[in-house]
């Protein structure tokens, strides 16, 4: 069964680890990602963006897929199906859809409708046990066409946000979606501690998790981060194990085209990405 994300997340946070939020683009990522959490005994948010909720068939879609794997797999350990970056419409369907948890990122709109919007949602996910995250200062980088400049969020902002009793805050601290450019100046540990200080217990969301260095998370975690976003890594690895299978030709051998064949070692691939995080992050035997 679906759960929300707050209690893994108060847990996460008085324990000084990170659940991992890792992204879900079809039926093997998903099983990837599920699968991996059982094996470490990790809780898991298997996250949606919009683009991809509507790639996957529509929300209902993707619940019915979760909830059938939960079943199937055997799957005991907590799990969130959370919406990624939610237009205020996107949040309305995903809670009627059956999702657990829910984005809304209002960061975009000057600060009054952001509290106005998240306000509703509040209430919203408040009566039917849903977990809320908020975003204030844009995340960097390019994600289903939106592109944000990896702003430094308002502290002041920030906890006018967490005041409304969302769940937990992700707030832009210089981190980016996608791959960090080499001329990147790493994460902004006096914005995180600022906001930390203004927000006291709530747990923060860390986005852009691909290739941020292991130090820097360490550090995150040790300020309020409780749970980290991983999307473009996985993607990452299953398209070099998909390249490899096929530049060796072995599509071509026997029934390698077969799509059970074809997408193993990606599928492999995103198994060892969920795992070094879940390692790296500290969640395994959190469950
Ligand atoms: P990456 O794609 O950089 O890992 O970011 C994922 C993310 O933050 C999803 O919201």
């Not at 094996?39 to 963006?49: K, R």
């Not at 072995?250 to 064949?261: A, E, L, T, V």
């Not at 599928?267 to 795992?275: D, L, W, Y």
């Amino acid at each position: 069964m679906l759960v929300t994300a707050k209690e893994m997340l108060i847990k996460a946070r008085d324990g000084k680890y990170a659940v991992g939020q890792f992204n879900i683009n079809n039926l093997e990522w998903t099983k990837a990602v599920l699968l991996t959490a059982q094996e470490l005994n990790s809780p898991v948010i298997l996250g949606v963006s919009e683009g991809a909720g509507k790639y996957m068939c529509g929300y209902r879609t993707v619940v019915g897929m979760v909830n059938g794997m939960l079943k199937e797999l055997n799957i005991t350990i907590p799990v969130a199906l959370h919406l990624d970056h939610g237009s205020f419409e996107g949040a309305k369907a995903c809670i009627n859809a059956g999702f657990s948890s829910i984005m809304f990122d209002g960061s975009h709109y000057p600060i009054a409708e952001n509290i106005a919007k998240t306000t509703a949602l509040v209430n919203t996910c408040d009566i039917l046990g849903i977990s809320l995250e908020a975003e204030v200062g844009s995340i960097g980088g390019e994600e289903d066409g939106v592109i944000g400049m990896g702003e430094c969020a308002d502290p002041t902002e920030c906890k006018m946000i967490a005041d409304l009793g969302v769940t937990m805050l992700a707030a832009g601290i210089g981190n980016i979606h996608g791959k960090y450019p080499a001329n990147w100046k790493g994460l902004s540990f006096e914005t995180l501690a600022a906001v930390k200080e203004k927000v006291g217990d709530m747990p923060l969301v860390l986005h852009g998790g691909t290739g941020i260095p292991a130090d820097m998370i360490k550090k995150a975690i040790s300020l309020g981060v409780a749970k980290i976003n991983v999307n473009t890594e996985c993607q990452l690895s299953f398209a070099a194990a998909t390249r490899k299978y096929i530049e060796e030709g072995k599509d071509n051998q026997g029934k390698g085209y077969d799509p059970r064949k074809l997408l193993a070692p990606g599928f492999e691939a995103i198994k060892a990405t969920v795992k070094e995080k879940m390692e790296l992050f500290g969640s395994v035997n959190k469950a």
